[in-house]
């Protein structure tokens, strides 16, 4: 399995960004009966979990990010989305999606002031 992450780059503070993670190597009935999930990690700290999407549709999403980020997925691609509003300073971090074992390479996403 592999996950490409891709979507991440330069912003100003109050902008917005849209990341993909495309899964390969899964068969799709595998890919719909997981959760997937994004990380991220700052400079200098531990990574965290941002958002994540379960089989069954339910989300969930880290207090920093309610409001203003949206997670959703494409099982017929199997690719899942992070749509980023309202970008702040502090979230500007690298990006990783993962499913089950396996994590994506990441996309740095870095929010201007």
């Known amino acids: 399995v592999q996950l490409q992450a891709s979507g991440g780059g330069l912003v100003q503070a109050g902008g917005s960004l849209r990341l993909s993670c495309a899964a390969s190597?899964?068969?799709?009935?595998?890919?719909?009966?997981?959760?997937i999930t994004w990380y991220r990690q700052a400079p200098g700290k531990q990574r965290d979990l941002v958002a994540t999407t379960a089989s069954g549709g339910t989300t969930n999403y880290a207090d920093a990010v309610k409001g203003r980020f949206t997670i959703s997925r494409d099982n017929a691609k199997k690719t899942v989305y992070l749509q980023m509003n309202l970008l702040k300073p502090e979230d500007t971090a690298v990006y990783y999606c993962?499913?089950?074992?396996?994590w994506g390479q990441g996309t740095l996403v870095t929010v201007s002031s």
């Open positions: 993962n499913f089950g074992r396996y």
């Open positions: 190597g899964v068969i799709l009935s595998v890919f719909r009966l997981n959760d």
